[in-house]
């Protein structure tokens, strides 16, 4: 089943992953792009721009900064969330500390949900 998605988003992702944080970066490089089940950057589903997607998995990593821990920023994220998830997808989030402090544990949170989600 393919994803509905804003065709008008699709220039503005590409933008976003040729300039992507050093967090998601260092996730990209160092274990999504090699990751034995596909994931895409920056992907669009809906109206939104995902950071990271695993289609097998059903999955959505957001990898969060300071902006996501304002009042109006949980605000977005709850709303981005209800919509997501009305998809079928499940969203986790990460933030830019684990990936700097903690990166074998984000890596390994990660790994673990998706063979949680499919069964392996």
Not at 76 to 85: H, W
Not at 93 to 105: H, L
Request: net charge positive; glycine share 4%.
């Amino acid at each position: 089943m393919s994803l509905k998605y804003n065709h008008a988003l699709i220039k503005r992702a590409k933008e976003l992953r040729n300039s992507m944080t050093p967090q998601e970066r260092q996730l990209w490089h160092l274990f999504l792009k090699q990751y034995p089940i596909r994931f895409q950057r920056q992907k669009v589903i809906g109206n939104y721009i995902v950071d990271f997607y695993c289609h097998r998995a059903k999955l959505v990593v957001e990898i969060d900064g300071s902006q996501h821990y304002s009042d109006e920023g949980k605000q977005c994220d709850k709303e981005r969330e209800k919509v997501l998830a009305s998809y079928g997808l499940h969203i986790i989030r990460i933030a830019n500390n684990d990936v700097n402090f903690r990166f074998r544990e984000a890596c390994q949170f990660i790994d673990d949900f998706v063979v949680g989600r499919l069964g392996n």
